[in-house]
């Protein structure tokens, strides 16, 4: 009898250098694959399509919540996020900080809920009940770096 058993983690796949960033409309930053990949701790199990799909969507979605405050500051004569008077944390914007975070996070999200197990058997049941976790903690930070570059609370309280 023998058995095989995997216990390496899928290496991350390289990608050409070209393909590494996803190019965006120009005031918004550009976002680096690598770096998505490296800071919401994505390993080989995402291919590099894929996580350009999800970067993809989630930057058009990130936009698109954006826009109005985007034209305002805009109309304030800023000619990039980056340009928007925020304080700096390691040479960058906060705003920029913020607008990769909810990027990042909507991304990760998005391929934690495909990559999210159908397994009938009791391990799988709990092993999607954390990802269930992660989902939700994930677009959480969505919302409140969202919130916090808008300049807007996190949460609002009302009475039922």
């Given at each position: 009898?023998?058995?095989?058993?995997?216990?390496?983690?899928p290496g991350v796949?390289?990608?050409?250098?070209?393909?590494?960033?996803?190019?965006?409309?120009?005031?918004?930053?550009?976002?680096?694959?690598?770096?998505?990949?490296?800071?919401?701790?994505?390993?080989?199990?995402?291919?590099?399509?894929?996580?350009?799909?999800?970067?993809?969507?989630?930057?058009?979605?990130?936009?698109?919540?954006?826009?109005?405050?985007?034209?305002?500051?805009?109309?304030?004569?800023?000619?990039?996020?980056?340009?928007?008077?925020?304080?700096?944390?390691?040479?960058?914007?906060?705003?920029?900080?913020?607008?990769?975070?909810?990027?990042?996070?909507?991304?990760?999200?998005?391929?934690?809920?495909?990559?999210r197990t159908y397994?009938?058997?009791?391990?799988?049941?709990?092993?999607?009940?954390?990802?269930e976790a992660t989902?939700?903690?994930?677009?959480?930070?969505?919302?409140?770096?969202?919130?916090?570059?808008?300049?807007?609370?996190?949460?609002?309280?009302?009475?039922?």
């Open positions: 009898m023998s058995s095989f058993i995997a216990t390496a983690e796949p390289t990608s050409p250098t070209d393909a590494a960033t996803v190019t965006n409309n120009g005031w918004f930053p550009d976002i680096d694959l690598n770096e998505l990949r490296d800071a919401m701790r994505l390993d080989g199990t995402v291919t590099h399509d894929r996580l350009r799909l999800a970067a993809i969507d989630a930057i058009a979605s990130i936009n698109d919540e954006l826009q109005a405050w985007q034209t305002g500051q805009r109309a304030a004569g800023h000619a990039d996020l980056a340009s928007v008077p925020a304080p700096e944390l390691g040479g960058v914007s906060t705003h920029v900080l913020r607008y990769r975070r909810a990027v990042y996070n909507l991304a990760r999200a998005d391929l934690t809920e495909q990559y397994d009938a058997t009791k391990t799988g049941s709990q092993h999607a009940d954390e990802l989902i939700c903690e994930s677009r959480r930070n969505v919302r409140w770096a969202l919130n916090d570059l808008r300049g807007i609370a996190r949460s609002t309280i009302e009475l039922i």
